[in-house]
């Protein structure tokens, strides 16, 4: 690697980034536990589990929490949510259910609801029956593509309900972005594993690794061979600037490094850059920036083209940012990336302002910033291309479009999670999955009773 | 998943909670509401002769616990204020539209056979599944010759209970009202005039609290108030003692019970089981929540019974009962005493203060170089009463913990220092 581009492995040492990436929100203590139980106020109708997309009954379960019944609370969450643990610790709570808790009305805090849904979840009593009963065998088999949390959730109520599922999952391993994506100090020692491993012990879910639907399979394939296909295969593809040097060596997708970072073995054998500049304004811009302080980068800058508040991290995301010394650069529109075959030096934006008419628009100055390393994290787009040719129709966000029972346009073809129209968050794919599964197998029994 | 579904007095129901006489079941509209929320009972608020009683405005005082946490709330509304017919109508109704929970009617009418015998036939034409006798009203109609005034004079529950039995055919619960001295007295003349079962406790006479600026009782009606009837779950206590107390008697052993005062969750109503009640009623709980609280009740005890291995209630009724005994009986050779985990003591001193000040001078004080404190238990002066561990503000903090022995169980029966001893 060229000395002008300063992009290193071994920043930190070892044990310093593994102090780094130790869980974000350690677990609770037992008092901590009953303080923040007792705050509940068992709310008639209660604001939360409207705003949770699984509609967990959280009073409930905070209350069987606090009448010392956490196998209970464990169950009453992953009824509604089997996805419930990794939920616990990846949901934005602040934007869901913490945000309309009504403790904040008088007492500006929330009743901890993430940190009392991840202490229920753990503490499940493992000596006790697994919690959910496989209804007898229906005979219908369905296939479901993609082992990410919609697929998963899909597949789980599918097999509660005694169909039999194929899960179709390209990459090597099940979890989707819980796997590959989520930040790594959000999801500590292997959990999305283990709480897959949880999830399949209902039996009656087979995972076919490595097997890509219009690689290994085709659409037409799945259709004709299964009773019903739930498509859950996430967004693969990447938004692009469409700027000059955008192609250049140093100019990274987010995701793919996140990736890199979820599965490596050492993290300190990835390559860091010194100077480091994010483009975008979402939960993966501040997973990147952090993520990249973490492992030694000197300088992270969040560089988004309009103000803060338009952006779609949520406040607390930002406070992290901050916290872990990341800047944040706005008003800046992506111009050029300046650089050479052997890497970057820096990258040019124009000032933004917004016109009379609140439009935004550039202005002529520009703002130039050094840097290593370019990372795009400006949204993922949905691909529709191994759906092949007759692929079902899409929305107006281009991705699949769907009706009120999550059915495309293809008749039998499901498709939920982050390849339909939503706000791309593990429980709302969690909460596809339970929605489809429940139409799928409400229209498998209504064919089973006309014989 | 456990079996919650039990009998009492031969009645089925589809668990073991029922809602106690009260406004949560005054009229059809509410216990429609419960039985949609997944109570397997209730017992309808009680009914007295025409014309009903009129109550007053203002009709609550509470007892907070820090934070606002209701620990008890009184109150001095009298019985049903609705006429008797529209009572009995909607009961006859409710009745038939849910036919797998039970309904019992609570009465409550003059000191009269006559009183009684023109009212049990219009109950017993509702089809309502037992009734129970309100002895228990501590305000207001007792007063007016009915309720705790009943309650008080066990001749009289005696009577009117034998008046029931003769002018009604199905089962009659007797519900004892807390306010007397010896608990067993009333239930024993319960069981004399022939009642399937007691019900208990009914509220305890109480002020909540004093309005310092107007020198009124609470609840205040008009800048006066009057003593009412104590409930919720810092009733519990005295509610479990003395459902203990009749399950332990051997002339009421055999007597059903159903247990009520403060059950709040599962774990209240296994309590209560387990002390000698075959179901439980509650009133306040679902006041405070609202109906939804029995899904915590049912799930809880459910989930409870199953890591147990009980499968159905019989499995742990009364279970407690042989551990429940008279103080004479307890071992004298058996010693505890506290154990300070330094990791999880806060260092807030409080069980110093108590144990220094008020029990047994049994914890030191260690300044630690670094300027905090270290308060340890000196084994020897421990007496295991147990009031550290009581005012200690975390859970783990300090375990109180068996100290092997190898002396025999010796009761103050035959203790060498009571003077009556008696010789094995
Ligand atoms: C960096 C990043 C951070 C995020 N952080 C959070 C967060 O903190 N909290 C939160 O709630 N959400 C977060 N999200 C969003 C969240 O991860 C997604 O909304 C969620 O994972 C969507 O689930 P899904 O099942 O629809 O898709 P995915 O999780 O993407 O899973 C799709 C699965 O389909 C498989 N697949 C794809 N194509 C094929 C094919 N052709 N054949 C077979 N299989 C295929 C993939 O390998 C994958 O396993 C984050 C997203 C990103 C990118
Ligand atoms: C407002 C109120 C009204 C009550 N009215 C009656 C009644 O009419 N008849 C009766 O038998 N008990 C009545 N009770 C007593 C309850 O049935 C119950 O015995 C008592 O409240 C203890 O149970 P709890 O702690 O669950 O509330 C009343 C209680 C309250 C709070
Ligand atoms: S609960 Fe409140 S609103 Fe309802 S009757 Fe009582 S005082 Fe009035």
Not at chain 1, 390 to 418: E, M, T
């Amino acid at each position: 690697m060229s000395l002008n581009h300063d992009i290193q492995t071994n920043r930190l040492l070892d044990e310093t980034i593994n102090d780094n990436f130790v869980d974000m929100a350690p677990p609770m203590s037992e008092k901590q536990v009953l303080v923040a139980s007792e705050r509940c106020l068992f709310c008639y109708d209660a604001p939360c589990i409207t705003a949770c997309p699984t509609g967990i009954d959280i009073p409930l379960f905070i209350r069987k929490i606090n009448t010392g019944n956490a196998h209970g609370a464990a169950k009453e969450i992953l009824s509604a949510n089997i996805l419930g643990g990794s939920c616990a610790r990846v949901c934005p709570t602040e934007t869901l259910c913490e945000e309309v808790c009504v403790r904040n009305t008088s007492e500006g805090a929330p009743v901890d609801i993430s940190g009392l849904q991840r202490y229920a979840v753990d503490h499940i009593d493992t000596q006790m029956p697994y919690p959910f009963t496989r209804k007898a065998e229906t005979g219908k088999h369905v296939a479901v593509v993609g082992a990410g949390p919609a697929g998963l959730a899909c597949a789980h109520r599918l097999a509660c309900e005694g169909h039999q599922v194929t899960i179709y999952e390209a990459a090597a391993k099940p979890g989707g972005l819980n796997e590959y994506g989520i930040a790594q100090y959000k999801l500590v020692d292997d959990y999305t594993q283990k709480e897959i491993e949880f999830v399949l012990q209902i039996g009656g879910i087979e995972i076919k690794y490595q097997t890509a639907l219009g690689k290994d399979v085709t659409l037409t394939q799945l259709r004709n061979d299964h009773d019903a296909v739930f498509i859950g295969i996430g967004m693969s593809d990447v938004n692009n600037m469409g700027i000059p040097g955008e192609d250049l060596p140093g100019v990274i997708d987010a995701v793919d490094y996140i990736s890199d970072l979820r599965q490596a073995d050492k993290m300190s054998d990835l390559p860091v850059g010194r100077r480091v500049i994010v483009i975008g304004a979402g939960m993966t811009a501040i997973d990147i920036a952090v993520q990249s302080k973490k492992l030694g980068a000197e300088q992270v800058s969040i560089v988004y083209r309009r103000d803060i508040s338009a952006m779609g991290a949520s406040g607390h995301e930002r406070e992290l940012a901050l916290q872990n010394g990341v800047n944040f650069e706005l008003n800046a529109q992506p111009h050029e990336i300046i650089g050479d075959d052997n890497g970057i030096t820096s990258m040019q934006f124009k000032r933004t302002k917004n016109d009379d008419n609140g439009k935004l628009v550039a202005t002529d100055e520009v703002l130039s910033i050094e840097c290593d390393v370019v990372f795009k994290a400006i949204g993922q787009k949905y691909d529709g291309s191994p759906l092949g040719d007759d692929a079902p129709d899409l929305c107006k966000r281009r991705r699949i479009a769907v009706d009120d029972n999550f059915q495309s346009s293809l008749a039998g073809v499901y498709a939920g999670g982050d390849c339909i129209d939503g706000k791309d968050l593990v429980v709302e794919a969690v909460d596809h999955g339970n929605k489809a599964a429940a139409a799928i197998h409400l229209k498998l029994s209504l064919h089973t009773t006309k014989g | 998943m456990a079996d919650l579904s039990c009998e009492f007095l031969g009645i089925k129901s589809i668990n073991p909670f029922w809602l106690a006489s009260a406004p949560p079941t005054d009229k059809a509209y509410n216990v429609v509401r419960a039985f949609e929320a997944g109570w397997g009972g209730v017992v309808w608020k009680t009914l007295g002769e025409d014309p009903a009683p009129i109550n007053v405005s203002s009709r609550y005082g509470v007892h907070y616990g820090q934070n606002r946490q209701v620990m008890g709330f009184n109150n001095i509304e009298l019985i049903t204020d609705r006429p008797l017919q529209v009572n009995l109508d909607e009961i006859t109704q409710v009745k038939k539209d849910w036919p797998d929970r039970v309904i019992i009617v609570s009465l409550m009418v003059p000191c009269e056979e006559e009183s009684w015998k023109n009212i049990l036939p219009l109950v017993e034409a509702t089809g309502a599944d037992g009734i129970e006798l309100n002895f228990g009203c501590p305000h207001g109609m007792p007063e007016r010759g009915m309720g705790a005034a009943v309650g008080q004079v066990p001749d009289y529950i005696e009577m009117v209970t034998r008046w029931c039995k003769q002018y009604y055919s199905k089962p009659v619960i007797v519900k004892l009202t807390p306010n007397i001295t010896d608990v067993r007295m009333p239930a024993q003349a319960a069981l004399r005039g022939g009642a399937d079962a007691v019900s208990l406790i009914n509220t305890i006479n109480s002020i909540t609290s004093v309005n310092l600026d107007t020198m009124s009782p609470e609840p205040s009606v008009d800048g006066k108030g009057t003593h009412g009837g104590y409930c919720g779950s810092a009733v519990k206590p005295i509610a479990l003692s003395m459902v203990s107390e009749i399950a332990r008697d051997p002339i009421t052993a055999k007597l059903p019970i159903s247990g009520i005062g403060g059950v709040s969750n599962w774990r209240d109503a296994a309590e209560f089981i387990s002390l000698g009640a075959t179901n439980v009623q509650v009133c306040t709980a679902a006041m405070l929540y609202g109906f939804k609280i029995v899904t915590e009740m049912c799930d809880g005890l459910s989930d409870w019974m199953d890591k147990q291995g009980h499968k159905s209630i019989n499995d742990f009724a009364g279970a407690a009962i042989p551990n429940t005994t008279d103080w004479k009986h307890l071992n004298m050779n058996y010693n505890r005493i506290a154990v300070i985990d330094q990791d999880n003591c806060i260092e807030c001193g409080r069980c110093f203060a108590a144990c220094e000040d008020t029990s047994h001078q049994a914890i030191k004080i260690t300044e630690v170089a670094d300027g905090t404190r270290k308060f340890s238990v000196i084994d020897e002066e421990c007496v295991g009463c147990n009031l550290c561990q009581v005012t200690c503000p975390e859970p783990e903090a300090i375990a109180m913990v068996d100290v092997p022995t190898d002396k025999p169980h010796l009761s103050w029966l035959h203790h060498p220092s009571n003077p009556y001893r008696e010789t094995p």
